[in-house]
Protein backbone atom coordinates (compact mmCIF):
# COMPACT_ATOMS: atom_id res chain seq x y z
CA UNK A 1 0.00 0.00 0.00
CA UNK A 2 2.82 2.28 0.55
CA UNK A 3 4.21 1.75 -2.74
CA UNK A 4 0.96 3.19 -3.87
CA UNK A 5 1.10 6.07 -1.98
CA UNK A 6 4.46 6.94 -2.98
CA UNK A 7 3.96 6.15 -7.33
CA UNK A 8 0.42 8.06 -6.73
CA UNK A 9 2.35 11.11 -5.02
CA UNK A 10 5.04 10.74 -7.76
CA UNK A 11 2.79 11.24 -10.49
CA UNK A 12 0.96 14.21 -9.02
CA UNK A 13 3.78 15.96 -8.10
CA UNK A 14 5.40 15.27 -11.84
CA UNK A 15 2.09 16.29 -13.46
CA UNK A 16 1.78 18.98 -11.62
CA UNK A 17 5.54 20.80 -12.59
CA UNK A 18 4.73 22.21 -15.92
CA UNK A 19 0.50 22.60 -14.70
CA UNK A 20 0.17 26.42 -14.71
CA UNK A 21 0.83 26.69 -18.67
CA UNK A 22 -1.73 23.83 -18.77
CA UNK A 23 -4.00 25.01 -17.10
CA UNK A 24 -4.28 28.02 -19.19
CA UNK A 25 -4.31 26.44 -22.79
CA UNK A 26 -5.98 22.93 -22.03
CA UNK A 27 -9.66 23.31 -20.69
CA UNK A 28 -11.14 19.86 -19.50
CA UNK A 29 -14.22 20.80 -17.27
CA UNK A 30 -17.26 19.82 -18.95
CA UNK A 31 -15.87 19.19 -22.11
CA UNK A 32 -17.23 16.62 -24.29
CA UNK A 33 -15.22 13.19 -26.01
CA UNK A 34 -15.65 15.25 -29.59
CA UNK A 35 -14.53 18.32 -28.52
CA UNK A 36 -11.30 16.82 -26.79
CA UNK A 37 -10.51 14.78 -29.86
CA UNK A 38 -11.24 17.88 -31.85
CA UNK A 39 -8.51 19.58 -29.90
CA UNK A 40 -5.81 16.65 -30.60
CA UNK A 41 -7.06 17.02 -34.25
CA UNK A 42 -5.94 20.89 -34.59
CA UNK A 43 -2.93 20.72 -32.23
CA UNK A 44 -4.18 22.61 -29.91
CA UNK A 45 -3.89 19.79 -27.46
CA UNK A 46 -2.29 16.05 -27.15
CA UNK A 47 -2.76 13.40 -25.02
CA UNK A 48 -0.46 14.04 -22.33
CA UNK A 49 -1.86 17.74 -22.25
CA UNK A 50 -5.26 16.19 -21.47
CA UNK A 51 -3.49 13.42 -18.83
CA UNK A 52 -1.91 16.32 -17.17
CA UNK A 53 -4.81 18.42 -16.86
CA UNK A 54 -7.04 15.22 -16.15
CA UNK A 55 -4.01 14.71 -13.30
CA UNK A 56 -4.22 18.33 -12.02
CA UNK A 57 -8.00 18.24 -11.59
CA UNK A 58 -8.22 15.11 -9.54
CA UNK A 59 -5.62 16.95 -7.20
CA UNK A 60 -7.49 19.74 -6.85
CA UNK A 61 -11.00 18.88 -6.30
CA UNK A 62 -10.05 14.42 -4.92
CA UNK A 63 -6.97 15.04 -3.18
CA UNK A 64 -7.16 18.73 -2.19
CA UNK A 65 -10.43 21.07 -2.18
CA UNK A 66 -13.45 19.06 -1.15
CA UNK A 67 -11.44 15.62 -0.65
CA UNK A 68 -14.26 14.14 -3.21
CA UNK A 69 -11.88 10.53 -2.72
CA UNK A 70 -13.51 9.83 -6.06
CA UNK A 71 -9.96 8.21 -7.67
CA UNK A 72 -9.11 5.69 -5.42
CA UNK A 73 -5.92 4.49 -8.12
CA UNK A 74 -4.00 6.50 -10.76
CA UNK A 75 -1.83 4.54 -13.46
CA UNK A 76 1.81 5.45 -13.27
CA UNK A 77 1.75 4.51 -16.91
CA UNK A 78 -0.97 7.20 -18.12
CA UNK A 79 1.55 9.58 -19.18
CA UNK A 80 3.95 6.90 -20.96
CA UNK A 81 0.47 5.70 -22.41
CA UNK A 82 -0.27 9.04 -23.92
CA UNK A 83 2.98 9.64 -25.25
CA UNK A 84 2.81 6.44 -27.47
CA UNK A 85 -0.71 7.42 -28.44
CA UNK A 86 0.58 10.98 -29.35
CA UNK A 87 2.89 9.93 -31.07
CA UNK A 88 0.96 7.19 -33.29
CA UNK A 89 -0.99 10.34 -34.01
CA UNK A 90 1.59 12.29 -35.31
CA UNK A 91 2.86 9.10 -38.03
CA UNK A 92 -1.04 9.60 -39.08
CA UNK A 93 -2.44 6.40 -37.30
CA UNK A 94 -5.53 7.78 -35.30
CA UNK A 95 -7.64 4.66 -34.26
CA UNK A 96 -11.14 6.65 -33.76
CA UNK A 97 -12.52 8.75 -31.32
CA UNK A 98 -10.99 7.50 -28.34
CA UNK A 99 -7.96 7.34 -29.26
CA UNK A 100 -5.67 9.31 -26.72
CA UNK A 101 -8.43 10.13 -24.81
CA UNK A 102 -8.18 10.01 -20.72
CA UNK A 103 -10.69 7.41 -19.46
CA UNK A 104 -11.17 6.55 -15.76
CA UNK A 105 -12.28 2.23 -15.09
CA UNK A 106 -14.77 1.37 -11.96
CA UNK A 107 -12.21 -0.09 -9.32
CA UNK A 108 -14.00 -3.79 -10.08
CA UNK A 109 -13.02 -3.73 -13.39
CA UNK A 110 -9.90 -5.77 -13.96
CA UNK A 111 -6.73 -3.33 -15.66
CA UNK A 112 -3.21 -4.34 -16.31
CA UNK A 113 -1.70 -1.34 -15.15
CA UNK A 114 0.15 -1.33 -11.99
CA UNK A 115 -2.92 -0.84 -10.21
CA UNK A 116 -5.37 -3.08 -7.53
CA UNK A 117 -8.84 -3.86 -8.47
CA UNK A 118 -10.42 -3.86 -4.76
CA UNK A 119 -13.43 -3.70 -5.57
CA UNK A 120 -14.07 -1.32 -3.26
CA UNK A 121 -12.83 -2.87 -0.33
CA UNK A 122 -9.67 -3.30 2.03
CA UNK A 123 -9.51 -6.95 1.93
CA UNK A 124 -8.62 -6.62 -1.90
CA UNK A 125 -5.90 -3.71 -1.67
CA UNK A 126 -3.22 -5.59 -2.79
CA UNK A 127 -4.98 -7.36 -5.23
CA UNK A 128 -3.01 -6.75 -8.69
CA UNK A 129 -4.57 -8.88 -11.90
CA UNK A 130 -2.25 -7.78 -14.75
CA UNK A 131 -5.09 -8.49 -16.77
CA UNK A 132 -7.64 -6.42 -18.75
CA UNK A 133 -11.35 -7.07 -18.71
CA UNK A 134 -12.74 -7.14 -21.87
CA UNK A 135 -14.18 -4.02 -21.81
CA UNK A 136 -10.80 -2.73 -21.00
CA UNK A 137 -8.73 -3.96 -23.56
CA UNK A 138 -11.94 -2.84 -26.42
CA UNK A 139 -10.99 0.60 -24.52
CA UNK A 140 -7.03 0.14 -25.06
CA UNK A 141 -7.97 -0.79 -28.36
CA UNK A 142 -9.68 2.27 -29.39
CA UNK A 143 -7.00 4.64 -27.79
CA UNK A 144 -8.09 5.26 -24.68
CA UNK A 145 -5.37 6.18 -21.96
CA UNK A 146 -6.56 4.46 -18.83
CA UNK A 147 -5.63 7.42 -16.57
CA UNK A 148 -6.72 5.63 -13.33
CA UNK A 149 -9.59 3.54 -11.33
CA UNK A 150 -12.87 5.27 -9.60
CA UNK A 151 -14.32 4.38 -5.89
CA UNK A 152 -17.27 2.73 -4.88
CA UNK A 153 -18.77 1.29 -2.09
CA UNK A 154 -17.45 -1.82 -1.03
CA UNK A 155 -17.99 -4.87 -3.05
CA UNK A 156 -19.68 -2.50 -5.93
CA UNK A 157 -23.06 -2.78 -2.89
CA UNK A 158 -23.39 -6.22 -3.89
CA UNK A 159 -26.52 -7.82 -2.05
CA UNK A 160 -26.87 -11.63 -1.28
CA UNK A 161 -30.34 -13.13 -0.88
CA UNK A 162 -29.34 -15.15 1.61
CA UNK A 163 -28.35 -12.21 3.89
CA UNK A 164 -29.68 -12.50 7.98
CA UNK A 165 -29.80 -8.51 8.31
CA UNK A 166 -33.65 -8.90 7.12
CA UNK A 167 -33.34 -6.09 4.13
CA UNK A 168 -32.91 -9.24 1.80
CA UNK A 169 -35.99 -10.93 2.69
Given at each position: MKMRHIITGI???TA????????????VEERSIDQLQASMTAGTASSVDLVRAYLARIAAMDRK???????IALNPDALAQAKALDAERRAGRVRGPLHGVPVLIKDNVETADAMPTTAGSLALKDN???R?????AQLRA?????????????WAN???????SGWSA
Open positions: LLAAMPMAAVARTVAGPTLRSVMTRDAPVVAGAVILGKTNLSEIRSTRSM
